[in-house]
């Protein structure tokens, strides 16, 4: 089982920034890739940007493309989300999650999923 903590949420107002960091521990061997999540109320949780642990393959949703970037620190086994140029609809709660990742660079989440962090953004 890999454990993943979420940081970095916040309030912050059109066209602001946030960086989430994600902290992964335990199983971490079992996973080959990790990636972002949002729900926001009333809808379902849509996958927002993931990327392999090992490589350069990334996936972005296209609503978040050109503003949101998806790096990681191996040393660290932690995952990032940089989120530039937010706008309201990028309010949510925004979850990491560990998975796997195929030749294709398709992404498989895992039933591994952390807390969740709030990201509102709001004028």
């Known amino acids: 089982q890999v454990q993943l903590v979420e940081s970095g949420g916040g309030f912050v107002q059109p066209g602001g920034s946030l960086r989430l960091s994600c902290a992964a521990s335990g199983s971490i061997f079992s996973i080959n890739a990790m990636g972002w999540y949002r729900q926001a109320p009333g809808k379902q949780r849509e996958m927002v940007a993931t990327t392999v642990i090992r490589g350069s393959t990334t996936n972005y949703a296209d609503s978040v493309k050109g503003r949101f970037t998806i790096s990681r620190d191996n040393a660290k086994n932690t995952v990032y989300l940089q989120m530039n140029s937010l706008k309201p609809e990028d309010t949510a709660v925004y979850y990491c999650?560990?998975?796997?990742?195929?030749?294709?660079?398709?992404?498989?989440?895992?039933?591994?999923w952390g807390q969740g962090t709030q990201v509102t953004v709001s004028s």
């Open positions: 999650n560990a998975g796997a990742s195929d030749k294709s660079g398709r992404y498989y989440p895992f039933n591994s």
